[in-house]
Structure formats: C-alpha cells, structure tokens
C-alpha cells in the first residue's frame, strides 16, 4: 500500500510497517507446567498460553431463551420478573397470555436453522481466531444436555440437540479457530442459589449440586481452550470453590496446558485475580497494562442477546470496529467481540456482515495486528494513529484510521536513522526510505 495514493478501503485504516532497529528480546527456557496449588498466589502465577496474546481477536456469542422474547436484553426475564421494568411488563402484556411464564420460551427456543458448519465457516471469514459461546447464561438453561439441569438444557427442551457439541465439533472441524465456552455460575431464580444467598453464602448447596459438576462436566466433555466465568451472585470465591476447581484445571484436566481463563471467579476477584482480565464489560482503558486483558464488547450497542427492537444506529459500524480493535490491540488487549443469534439458530444478517467486513480488513492488515506486541508508544500525536511491533523482526506497525486530507502522513513518534530505518508497503514489503519528516 503506498502512503501517498488513498488506500483501497480508506476508512478502514491501513497499517504501515516500519523497519526500526529494536533489539530482539532474550530467547526463553523450554516452558514446563508446575504444579499449581488452590491459593490465588500461586494460581495468579501461572503463565499464559501464549497462543492467547498472539490470536487478539474473538468472538462473543451470546445464544438461549432469552433470544426468544429477543427484546430488550438478554436479562430479560430479571427485568421483567424481578425487576418489574414497565416496558417488559408492557411487552408481555400484549403479546402473550397472562398466565404465561418465561420457562415457557423454552420450548420456543428451537434452534431449527441452526447450521454449526455455517456458523463456523462465518467465524472463519472474519478473521477471528477463537470463540466463546454462551453455554449458559443467568437463566440457568444449558446449551448442552447438562445432567444437573433436568428439564431446563438444549437436548431435553426446545432444540432436543447438542448445541455445544455442534458447534465444537464444526470449529475444530472445520476452522483454525480455539473453541471456548462461557459460563454463569450463578442462575437468577434457582431455589438453592436463593436458598444459599438468604444465608449470605455460609452454605454451598447451589455450588456442590450444580456449578461444579457442571464445570468439571463441560471442561472434560469439550475440552474449551478459553474458560470464560462470570455472574459471581456478589458471592465470594471461597463460595464458589475456584481456586480448587482452577487447581484442578490447571494441573490435571485435558485442556491445562492450552486453556485460559478469565478473572470472574468470585465477588473481588475481577481485574484482580484470574489468567487475564476483562475488569468490566467493554473494558476498554486507552492505555498500556502490565496484565494481559481482554475487551469484551457487542456489535449492539445496547444488548449482548439479539433484539427485534433494535434500529439501524443500534449497531457500530465497521469503521468503528476496526477502531476498538486496533486501539484494544495497541493497548496489549485482546477484543472480543459479541454478536447475537435468533432463537432459530440463525446470524442476523446484520451481525454476519460485521463480521465478513472485519475479516476483509484483517486480510489486508492482519500482520500489523496478529502475533504483535505494544510498542513504547501506543498511539501518536497525529490523531488516529496507532502502533503495534513485532522486536524479533524490527518492525513497527503504524495504523492510521484516517487517510489525510493532505495526503501525507506525519508520525511523531518513530525516530528515524537515515539509511538504516525503511517504510515498508504492507504485504508487499517494497521498502524505500523514510525521508526526514519522521524525525
């Protein structure tokens, strides 16, 4: 791509290598896996994969009952029934009859177009290079036939299928992509979770019968490379038993020396504890971290689950996406990035497009973004520009979002050294030298 003619997609961004004299860093030790003890201290010590920090982005799939109702949120049963919000109130006023209670979506949860081959060959496009899908979210139901969620779980009720298994199966099948699971530890209206909370948790009748079987269940079963916890109920992680169950994960299950694992483990352990940190739902600092973290975030704006009432400006365009993920990325992050699927199994066309864009921009720039490092400057004082290095190869990646009005590129930060530093086309790698403007 040459700096000084517009770029094929030009509000996309383009990434510009620069050859910099950086100094490679010292090799490493062949990695051996300790054994890790069920102390936070210990477990906090574990490296990460690093498979984890060189894929940067991923997708989110929020899928369940909740994509039933598809209104409002994927905590629509909470705002409707806990909470008593008018505008679901309203809306199961007039559409369904007033007896009618919200396990009975289960059976409407049909996933009758679901095609996992399609879903992962779509995953494939848009460049990803893992996902993470929502085994079970807050409403207890599981996407797969839990044996500790009789009458409430995918085989049993609604789409009398294996979601999960489909899904691993077509991504490890058919894809390069990691395959990851979600999971809510706790469930909104489970009377022994209820039961547990009245008692502020001195008890742990909701943990032993149901969230660990059903972990322990899911990791031995599928085998997911990224363990993504979440929904702690405000219970502390002693509650929850992690340290033992990540103990156990880490030293004897099939998946510990690949799997990653996040820091919801228990109320106080987030942005604290865990294999990287998600600190908040569209966590997104604008700076570099000492800790590997990963900003999670949706398409929509305003709901991880599909909404029929969402409107066009409801969703980030492709240039806005680009942008969370090269800033995530120039900041050390991971992006995540969440679509929704229609109770019948089916990626919106919306979410699908997304998706397909992002994977023709990372055809292009992929190399300034996967198995990259933060440089000493994250961004420049020209606006809209970002950087991201790769030392062993002395390069240094400048992503501009923006092509200029001028038509020239200024960057501030680079120092160059005449006849030794060299601007690279991306792909092409046809390098001329940078003349004195970079200094």
């Not at 090799?27 to 990460?48: E, G, M, V």
């Not at 209670?101 to 679901?114: H, I, N, W």
């Amino acid at each position: 791509m040459r700096p000084s003619a517009p770029p094929a997609l030009p509000a996309l961004g383009l990434a510009l290598p620069l050859l910099l004299l950086l100094l490679p860093p010292a090799p490493r030790a062949a990695y051996r896996a300790p054994r890790f003890d069920p102390t936070w201290k210990s477990l906090d010590a574990r490296p990460l994969p690093a498979w984890f920090d060189q894929a940067k982005f991923g997708i989110f799939v929020h899928w369940g009952v909740f994509s039933v109702p598809s209104f409002g949120s994927e905590w629509f049963w909470w705002y409707w029934q806990e909470k008593k919000i008018p505008m679901y109130v309203k809306f199961m006023e007039d559409n369904y009859r007033p007896d009618f209670k919200y396990e009975d979506f289960g059976p409407l949860f049909t996933a009758r177009f679901f095609n996992a081959s399609y879903w992962a060959d779509v995953f494939q496009a848009s460049g990803a290079k893992y996902t993470v899908l929502t085994s079970k979210h807050h409403e207890g139901f599981t996407l797969w036939g839990s044996k500790h969620s009789w009458n409430w779980n995918a085989v049993d009720v609604g789409p009398k299928r294996d979601l999960v298994k489909e899904l691993e199966a077509a991504i490890r099948n058919r894809t390069d992509l990691r395959f990851g699971l979600y999971y809510s530890l706790f469930e909104w209206f489970h009377p022994l979770f209820l039961e547990d909370k009245s008692r502020s948790f001195h008890q742990q009748q909701f943990p032993v019968s149901k969230t660990l079987p059903e972990l322990y269940e899911l990791v031995n079963k599928y085998q997911p490379e990224v363990l993504w916890s979440d929904g702690d109920g405000d219970a502390p992680d002693d509650y929850w038993n992690s340290t033992v169950f990540l103990a156990w994960l880490y030293n004897q299950s099939p998946v510990r020396d690949t799997v990653v694992t996040n820091d919801r483990w228990g109320l106080g352990t987030i942005c604290k504890h865990g294999g990287y940190y998600t600190c908040s739902d569209r966590y997104h600092p604008g700076h570099l971290l000492p800790h590997k973290w990963e900003n999670c975030m949706t398409i929509d704006k305003f709901s991880w689950g599909y909404r029929r009432d969402a409107r066009l400006s409801d969703y980030l365009t492709i240039e806005e996406l680009v942008k969370e993920l090269v800033e995530t990325v120039s900041c050390g992050g991971n992006l995540l990035m969440n679509i929704g699927p229609t109770y019948d199994g089916t990626i919106p066309v919306i979410f699908e497009e997304r998706l397909r864009q992002m994977g023709t921009w990372l055809k292009v720039n992929g190399e300034a973004i996967y198995e990259t490092y933060p440089w000493r400057s994250q961004s420049d004082v020209t606006p809209d520009v970002w950087y991201t290095s790769k030392p062993k190869q002395k390069l240094v990646y400048a992503i501009y979002l923006k092509w200029p009005t001028s038509r020239h590129l200024f960057l501030g930060q680079p120092i160059a050294t005449p006849g030794a530093t060299e601007e690279c086309r991306s792909k092409t790698h046809v390098c001329t030298h940078l003349d004195q403007r970079l200094k």
